[in-house]
């Protein structure tokens, strides 16, 4: 298992393992025509948090970053206070575990908040602790004039997950989210769950910390997933003000986006999308509409 070097600066990061699994495996299959085949499934395993020593979870992943994985989980459930609290995650395969070190012990409601578990929409059985729901009114994302989308970057966006080299192409049956800044792709994720991969993105988020790659004002998410409460109140979370999903958007999503000012796409493929609120981001340069197909009778 190797791993990586402390970075050399003023911010003392977290050491990391960097200890990715194998992302797909060969079976053996047969066709409707009988034919034997050799295919690619996605592999798909399970990874108990442990923070100082004291389960958390068992979340299920593909395990492409599973520190970045533990990380963002840390960050969104609220489990410790600020990366600077991490003194090191180490993934060890062989026991299917992540270990959390941190410096001055967990957040002190640590306790409290994983007594109420949420079993949430999440592929895989996402999880949400604590009584997350009241932690909206403290979440501020920036106005309309400081962040927005012109149609034909969204245009941009369907087009860059659609080309991007994925396990989905290969194997199917994951989940892919991005975060973008403006056409930019910044960070591509796939896992078993959505919530794994926008988890995943916001670990590598925390990591950048002060810098603008760490912050979500300027920021695009986009998940190939249905936008469920979960996922929006996620989002929210990183400050990222616009998502898009090649998916729908649930009632609860919808109204908890509405609430919070988003932006939200969904039905997002090739030049196809409704945006289902938060209009006043969005430079919209309609399609013309096209003229019925006519037949002739002959």
């Known amino acids: 298992m190797s791993s990586q070097p402390r970075a050399a600066l ?21 066709d409707e025509f009988g034919q034997r085949r050799t295919i690619h499934i996605p592999a798909e395993r399970p990874l108990t948090l442990f923070v100082d020593k004291r389960e958390v979870v068992t979340l299920m992943t593909l395990g492409a970053s599973p520190e970045l994985l533990a990380l963002g989980y840390l960050r969104n459930q609220r489990l ?6 991490v003194d090191s995650i180490t993934v060890d ?5 992540a270990a959390v070190k941190t410096r001055r ?16 929409t999440g592929c895989g059985q996402g999880t949400m ?46 989940h892919g989210c991005a975060l973008f800044r403006g056409s930019e792709m910044l960070k591509f994720v796939e896992d078993v769950g959505r919530h ?9 988020m925390w990591l950048h910390g002060d810098s603008p790659l ?9 998940t190939t ?19 898009i999903s090649r998916n729908g958007v649930t009632q609860m999503g919808y109204e908890l986006a509405c609430k919070l000012g988003m932006t939200l796409f969904g039905r997002a493929s090739q030049r196809h999308f409704i945006c289902y609120c938060g209009f006043d981001r969005f430079d919209a340069d309609p399609e013309p509409e096209r003229s019925p197909v006519r037949v002739v009778s002959t």
């Open 80 to 85: 410790v206070e600020s990366l600077d609290d």
């Open 10 to 30: 003023t911010r003392l990061l977290p050491y990391l393992t960097q200890a990715q699994a194998p992302l797909t495996r060969e079976v053996e299959v047969r």
């Open 129 to 174: 602790f604590g009584n997350w729901m009241d932690e909206l009114d403290a979440l501020r994302l920036p106005s309309a004039a400081a962040a927005r989308i012109h149609q034909a970057t969204l245009h941009t966006l369907n087009d860059a997950m659609r080309q991007t080299d994925s396990v989905h192409r290969r194997a199917g049956s994951v």
């Open 214 to 222: 760490g912050q979500g004002a300027d920021k695009i998410f986009y």
């Open 105 to 120: 012990g967990a957040s002190p409601g640590i306790g409290a908040r994983t007594a109420r578990r949420i079993v949430t």
């Open 93 to 97: 395969w062989d026991v299917e575990a």
């Open 225 to 243: 997933g249905r936008l469920t409460s979960e996922m929006v109140m996620k989002s929210a979370q990183l400050g990222v003000p616009i998502v």
């Open 196 to 204: 794994n991969a926008i988890d995943t993105i916001a670990g590598w």
